[in-house]
């Protein structure tokens, strides 16, 4: 699971965290959508010395995020 901050840090009022999760991860993408995450994307991901594996994109926003 990889996941990014935006709008500087969590604590801004329209802070979002992106989420990459392994097509394959159904545990954590299950559990990420608990916490109010949504789909908003599917990408090819190349890893070092690996094939391309496909991976989810997930984003909660802080107002979903308080809300859930």
Known sequence: VIFHI??????????IVIFHIGANNVRSQKAIERLGASKIDEIEV???G???????VYEIKKGDWQNS
Do not use: D, I, M, T
């Open 6 to 15: 935006g709008a500087n840090n969590v604590r801004s009022q329209k802070a």
């Open 46 to 48: 190349k890893y070092y």
């Open 50 to 56: 690996e094939e391309s594996k496909l991976n989810f």
